[in-house]
């Protein structure tokens, strides 16, 4: 673990990147998580019989990247082709709640991406997968893409503040950034500080000189794989040979790739090294010597391999180097004795750099963790701890925000991969796609809202300071208000969503005395000491203040707040704040109640069951 000092200073940098602007584009896809229990087979097959118990959604892909760049303390604008369906309604819901802007393009007839997992006593039983890459764009959607792309550009200049803009590109072969979206991203280049580029086929993006690249240990052998392809026409032919100058990287079929690659056995295993190929440590040629004809079939495989992946007959994991065949790739595992992948990774850093024009390389090694490489031969390893594979889906996409935002704050590599590492690992506690918080990574570096010298409850008299000191950190202030007099869902899923929509979540709750004025001499049912308790304890909310008046005019003016939100159902022009809100330079929003879920109805569904008679009344038994 580090030392308080070195949390401190990492604690310094994610403060640093709060309300950065970032855009993201590329493959948006709806994630599904269906769990269910299983207690008998069925009749027909072998197979269980499974009862949904619990059903949950969530942003995938380039979407969930653009979730955790807000959710880190980002400000993100996601632009992606999103199907005019059901699952696109659900994501354009996941991307309102976690506060991402969403610029993304309905595209009638072309259905959303969705992956849905079936789960039984938290084991993934398989994975539905609907969108392919053969779901083109039509001229109009790629036109109306690009208008977005430059719309939200200068949209999100226009809010930054003078900050400079970055770019995240999620390319997972699924149709989202065509040719002409390729060549308007390459083309406009200047116009983003910070590039980050996480895509299936790298080969696709030469010419765009990302600041980091970040592929996987697959995607990364693919790449070199394919640059060795271009000198032997599919023979087999050393990768060592291969030079920035000669590369021949034309774009291969769309490919779902494998982001998801399991080390494991493949059937049908892989050959040797090619002919003369030097061993990657040692230096020695293959055995065989040069001029020896490779020998046919399945040769001796040394090292675990991978699953096959479509477009490609197999990604085979040897000990013979990096090779093509005339059937697919094969990539060092093991190198001889003692070598892995990441000392692997390692030794091809100079070439990923020279194949894609990046300033950083950030191989990804799933449970092993990564390797992190600067163009001035800075090297980083970090290290992750394994977890079941429902646990890790979209720590990828929690490890490319930070890594993003923290190059972006100009921090130095070193630092960007120890972040960028920490927030994928302390996403992966459960199962569900994974999204880091920003007060996450601050508690786990020791940084917390608390111990940075705040309570959560405050009082009247300390709310001008504070809200001073968070302005001068750059940070957007949400504030709310109400009686919060038995809390219930809908206020969690209130206050829930009030939090995405900035930095920092006020709640001002009215003292007993106001609530007797406003709502009758019975209430409140709680006293305002264990309403504010209650809230406090929020996940949500980041300080709570008690006001006797029965309108919070005073503390709007005092927090001047960038969003105050009301609940309910009716347009933020009825809100009676509105006026006062507008005038001292922040918006309104208003966001709908849960249906049935209120603390009117909780209390008269008590008093309700209070006057009931009870069984054995009148009967001289107890009841």
């Known amino acids: 673990m580090a030392g308080a000092a070195e949390e401190r200073r990492l604690a310094t940098v994610v403060e640093s990147w709060q309300g950065r602007p970032v855009l993201v584009v590329g493959d948006a896809m709806l994630d599904e998580w269906r769990f269910a229990e299983s207690e008998r087979l069925c ?21 969930n990247t653009a979730v955790n760049v807000a959710a880190l303390g980002g400000r993100a604008v996601l632009v992606a082709p999103v199907g005019a369906d059901a699952a696109g309604d659900e994501l354009h819901d996941c991307l309102d709640r976690a506060g991402v802007w969403d610029r993304t393009v309905n595209q009638h007839g072309r259905p959303t991406p969705v992956k849905r997992r079936m789960l039984a006593g938290n084991q993934i039983l398989l994975r539905e997968d609907s969108g392919e890459p053969d779901d083109a764009l039509d001229d109009d959607g790629v036109a109306r893409l690009l208008t977005a792309l430059h719309c939200a550009t200068e949209e999100l200049r226009a809010a930054s503040g003078g900050q400079p803009l970055t770019l995240v590109v999620c390319d997972y072969g699924l149709g989202a950034l065509p040719r002409a979206l390729r ?11 910070t590039v980050a580029l996480d895509a299936h086929d790298l080969a696709d993006w030469r010419g765009l000189n990302p600041t980091v690249v970040t592929p996987s240990f697959a995607e990364a052998t693919r790449l070199l794989a394919r640059a060795a392809a271009g000198f032997g026409g599919g023979n087999r032919t050393s990768v060592r040979a291969a030079t920035a100058g000669d590369l021949h990287l034309d774009p291969a079929e769309p490919t779902d790739g494998p982001s998801e690659l399991v080390v494991g056995a493949a059937p049908g295993g892989a050959g040797e090294r090619a002919p003369g190929t030097p061993h990657p440590t040692s230096g020695a040629p293959s055995a065989d ?39 697919g790739v094969t990539v060092n595992a093991v190198a001889g004795e003692g070598v892995d992948r990441a000392v692997l990774a390692e030794s091809r850093l100079a070439e990923l750099h020279a194949h894609t024009g990046a300033d950083v390389v950030a191989v990804t090694l799933d449970t092993e963790g990564a390797v992190v490489g600067g163009a001035d031969g800075v090297r980083r390893r970090s290290h992750s701890t394994p977890v079941p594979a429902s646990h890790a889906v979209g720590a990828g996409d929690a490890y490319l925000a930070a890594m993003t935002l923290a190059l972006a704050a100009e921090a130095s590599l070193p630092t960007a991969a120890q972040l960028a590492q920490l927030a994928a690992t302390i996403t992966v506690s459960d199962t569900g796609t994974c999204v880091c918080r920003r007060e996450d990574l601050l508690d786990a570096l020791g940084a917390g809202a608390d111990e940075a010298g705040h309570s959560t409850l405050i009082g009247t008299d300390e709310l001008a300071a504070l809200v001073a000191e968070q302005r001068r950190a750059g940070r957007s202030i949400v504030f709310t208000n109400g009686c919060f007099d038995v809390l219930h869902p809908g206020h969690v899923r209130y206050l829930t969503q009030a939090r995405a929509l900035g930095d920092l979540l006020i709640v001002a709750v009215n003292s007993d005395g106001s609530v007797r004025r406003l709502k009758g001499t019975d209430r409140p049912v709680n006293p305002v000491e264990d309403r504010t308790a209650l809230l406090a304890a929020l996940e ?23 969003v105050y939100v009301k609940g309910g159902d009716y347009p933020p022009e009825m809100v009676p704040e509105a006026p006062l809100v507008r005038r001292l330079g922040g918006q309104v929003r208003t966001l709908g109640y849960v249906p049935d879920r209120s603390t009117s109805a909780i209390i008269d569904r008590i008093r309700a069951q209070s006057v009931a008679p009870t069984v054995g009344e009148g009967t001289g038994r107890p009841t």
């Open 43 to 63: 009749r027909e097959a072998p197979a269980p019989v499974l009862t949904l118990r619990r059903r949950i959604s969530a942003a995938g892909g380039a979407a």
């Open 183 to 193: 060549a308007w991203l390459v083309a406009n280049r200047d116009r983003y500080a």
């Open 289 to 327: 010597g040069p001029g020896t004809p490779p020998t046919e079939g399945p040769g001796p495989v040394t090292g675990p391999t991978g699953e096959p992946t479509p477009g490609e007959d197999r990604v085979a994991l040897t000990g013979d180097g990096l090779s093509v065949t005339g059937t």
């Open 540 to 562: 949500c909310v980041d300080h709570v203040v008690v006001f006797e008046e029965d309108s919070p005019a005073k503390l709007i003016e005092a927090v001047r707040p960038d």
